[in-house]
C-alpha cells in the first residue's frame, strides 16, 4: 500500500493524506445500534463497557448513523475522502460515485496525480459545497477533550462527522512509519456515553467514538467495517500508534486533529423536508491497481429514497437531479425544470419511499419541499 501523499506534495498542501485501502463487498450491515455485537472488536481495540453491549441498557447513551459503512476504491492512492463524503451525502439523500466525488474536490486535476484527493484541510468544504451540502471543520485546538466535545455534539445535531486518523501501519502491512496528522479519512458511525449525548453536552473519556474504516482493513472479507475507541484512550505517538498487535486506527497524541462535520443540504430558507438514501450495495466494485486512468464501468444499482413526512404534514414535493451543477438550494419550484424527475408525496406523517433504479457511476440529488417552495 502507498502513502496518499509524497512529502514534498503534502508541505506544499499543509496537511497530510489517507492511505489507500482494500474493499470489502457484499455485506450489508445497518448500524440500528453500534453495540449490539455490530462492532468489531479486534487486538488492541477497547471492549465495550459494561451494559453496552445491550445496546441500550440503563445508563448508556447512543447517537448512531443510521446507514450502511461503504467500501471505498483504493486505487490513484485510495478514496477514502471521497467515500466519507458519499456517506453523508446518502444520510442527506443524495448518491454519487467516488469518481464524481474527486472530481467535486478538484475539478480538472487529473485523479492519478495525489493532489487531486479530497483531503481534511484542504479541499474538503470545497468538495462538500459542490455537492450542495452544507459543513463546518472542527476547531484548531491542541485542548482533545474540546475536539471530543465537538464531535460529541456535532453526532447529537444529526451531522455526519468525519475524522483524519492514524493508521497502524505495522498491521496494515504499509511501508514507512506514516504520517504525524493522518493517515485515512473516516466517518463517524456513532458516539455512546454514560450521560444523555445532546447538543450542549461535553464529551469524557469514558465515551465511545465508532468509525467506519471504509474497508481499508477487511480486503474481500464479510465483516463489519466498524472500530469503537474510548476517547480516554484513542490518542497514540506515531511510534505507539504502529504498535504491532496495536488498534487499527487512532488519533495523533496531539493536536491540532481534522475533523469536517456536514450538518445537511445547502437551504438556507429552511424549506426542505429531511430526505435519506440507501443502496442495494455498498460498494462500487473492487478497484486495487495503482493507477486508474478512467472511471470504471458502471453497474445497475437500486436507491431507496425515503422521505421523512412531519406529523400532520400537507403533500410535499420530490424533485431527483440527475448532477450537482442543477441542484437549486432555494426557490425549488420555480427550478423544477431543472429537475430530472418529480413525484407528489402524499400527505400524511412518517417515511416514505419510492425505489430508483440507477447506475453506481450516476448522481442522483433528491430534495423534498412543500408544494410551491
Same mark, same amino acid.
Given at each position: 500500500?502507498?502513502?496518499?501523499?509524497?512529502?514534498?506534495?503534502?508541505?506544499?498542501?499543509?496537511?497530510?493524506?489517507?492511505?489507500?485501502?482494500?474493499?470489502?463487498?457484499?455485506?450489508?450491515?445497518?448500524?440500528?445500534?453500534?453495540?449490539?455485537?455490530?462492532?468489531?472488536?479486534?487486538?488492541?481495540?477497547?471492549?465495550?463497557?459494561?451494559?453496552?453491549?445491550?445496546?441500550?441498557?440503563?445508563?448508556?447513551?447512543?447517537?448512531?448513523?443510521?446507514?450502511?459503512?461503504?467500501?471505498?476504491?483504493?486505487?490513484?492512492?485510495?478514496?477514502?475522502?471521497?467515500?466519507?463524503?458519499?456517506?453523508?451525502?446518502?444520510?442527506?439523500?443524495?448518491?454519487?460515485?467516488?469518481?464524481?466525488?474527486?472530481?467535486?474536490?478538484?475539478?480538472?486535476?487529473?485523479?492519478?496525480?495525489?493532489?487531486?484527493?479530497?483531503?481534511?484541510?484542504?479541499?474538503?468544504?470545497?468538495?462538500?459545497?459542490?455537492?450542495?451540502?452544507?459543513?463546518?471543520?472542527?476547531?484548531?485546538?491542541?485542548?482533545?477533550?474540546?475536539?471530543?466535545?465537538?464531535?460529541?455534539?456535532?453526532?447529537?445535531?444529526?451531522?455526519?462527522?468525519?475524522?483524519?486518523?492514524?493508521?497502524?501501519?505495522?498491521?496494515?502491512?504499509?511501508?514507512?512509519?506514516?504520517?504525524?496528522?493522518?493517515?485515512?479519512?473516516?466517518?463517524?458511525?456513532?458516539?455512546?456515553?454514560?450521560?444523555? !449525548?445532546?447538543? #450542549?453536552?461535553? =464529551?469524557?473519556?469514558?465515551? &465511545?467514538? *465508532? %468509525?467506519?474504516?471504509?474497508?481499508?482493513?477487511? /480486503?474481500?472479507?464479510?465483516?463489519?467495517?466498524?472500530?469503537?475507541?474510548?476517547?480516554?484512550?484513542?490518542?497514540?505517538?506515531?511510534?505507539?500508534?504502529?504498535?504491532?498487535?496495536?488498534?487499527?486506527?487512532?488519533?495523533?497524541?496531539?493536536?491540532?486533529?481534522?475533523?469536517?462535520?456536514?450538518?445537511?443540504?445547502?437551504?438556507?430558507?429552511?424549506?426542505?423536508?429531511?430526505?435519506?438514501?440507501?443502496?442495494?450495495?455498498?460498494?462500487?466494485?473492487?478497484?486495487?491497481?495503482? !493507477?486508474?486512468? #478512467?472511471?470504471? =464501468?458502471?453497474?445497475?444499482? &437500486?436507491? *431507496? %429514497?425515503?422521505?421523512?413526512?412531519?406529523?400532520? /404534514?400537507?403533500?410535499?414535493?420530490?424533485?431527483?437531479?440527475?448532477?450537482?451543477?442543477?441542484?437549486?438550494?432555494?426557490?425549488?419550484?420555480?427550478?423544477?425544470?431543472?429537475?430530472?424527475?418529480?413525484?407528489?408525496?402524499?400527505?400524511?406523517?412518517?417515511?416514505?419511499?419510492?425505489?430508483?433504479?440507477?447506475?453506481?457511476?450516476?448522481?442522483?440529488?433528491?430534495?423534498?419541499?412543500?408544494?410551491?417552495?
Amino acid at each position: 500500500m502507498t502513502v496518499c501523499l509524497h512529502a514534498r506534495l503534502r508541505a506544499r498542501l499543509g496537511v497530510l493524506g489517507c492511505r489507500a485501502g482494500a474493499e470489502t463487498p457484499g455485506t450489508r450491515i445497518r448500524v440500528l445500534s453500534l453495540f449490539a455485537g455490530v462492532c468489531v472488536l479486534l487486538a488492541g481495540v477497547w471492549a465495550a463497557p459494561a451494559g453496552a453491549a445491550t445496546g441500550g441498557s440503563a445508563g448508556w447513551h447512543e447517537k448512531a448513523l443510521d446507514g450502511v459503512p461503504r467500501a471505498q476504491w483504493n486505487a490513484n492512492d485510495g478514496y477514502c475522502g471521497e467515500t466519507s463524503v458519499i456517506t453523508a451525502g446518502l444520510r442527506f439523500g443524495q448518491y454519487t460515485s467516488q469518481w464524481t466525488a474527486r472530481e467535486m474536490a478538484s475539478p480538472g486535476v487529473a485523479q492519478t496525480d495525489p493532489s487531486s484527493q479530497l483531503l481534511l484541510g484542504v479541499n474538503d468544504l470545497r468538495a462538500v459545497s459542490r455537492m450542495r451540502l452544507d459543513a463546518v471543520r472542527a476547531p484548531m485546538t491542541t485542548d482533545f477533550l474540546k475536539f471530543a466535545t465537538w464531535v460529541r455534539q456535532r453526532i447529537a445535531r444529526g451531522d455526519v462527522v468525519i475524522l483524519g486518523m492514524l493508521n497502524n501501519t505495522t498491521e496494515l502491512g504499509e511501508d514507512g512509519p506514516g504520517d504525524p496528522e493522518f493517515d485515512h479519512i473516516v466517518p463517524v458511525y456513532g458516539y455512546g456515553s454514560v450521560t444523555a !449525548v445532546t447538543p #450542549s453536552s461535553r =464529551a469524557l473519556p469514558s465515551d &465511545v467514538i *465508532t %468509525v467506519s474504516d471504509n474497508g481499508l482493513r477487511t /480486503s474481500g472479507a464479510q465483516t463489519p467495517m466498524l472500530y469503537s475507541y474510548r476517547v480516554g484512550a484513542m490518542r497514540l505517538s506515531r511510534a505507539g500508534a504502529n504498535r504491532p498487535g496495536g488498534p487499527a486506527y487512532s488519533l495523533p497524541k496531539r493536536g491540532p486533529w481534522y475533523g469536517v462535520a456536514v450538518s445537511g443540504v445547502a437551504d438556507p430558507t429552511h424549506v426542505t423536508v429531511p430526505v435519506t438514501v440507501d443502496v442495494d450495495v455498498n460498494g462500487e466494485g473492487v478497484q486495487d491497481e495503482p !493507477v486508474m486512468v #478512467s472511471a470504471p =464501468a458502471s453497474q445497475p444499482i &437500486v436507491l *431507496t %429514497v425515503t422521505v421523512d413526512r412531519p406529523k400532520g /404534514s400537507a403533500g410535499l414535493v420530490l424533485y431527483e437531479y440527475d448532477s450537482f451543477g442543477r441542484v437549486p438550494v432555494r426557490d425549488f419550484a420555480g427550478n423544477a425544470s431543472s429537475a430530472a424527475r418529480v413525484w407528489r408525496v402524499p400527505a400524511g406523517s412518517g417515511p416514505w419511499t419510492v425505489n430508483v433504479p440507477a447506475m453506481s457511476g450516476d448522481t442522483r440529488a433528491f430534495r423534498a419541499v412543500p408544494a410551491g417552495r
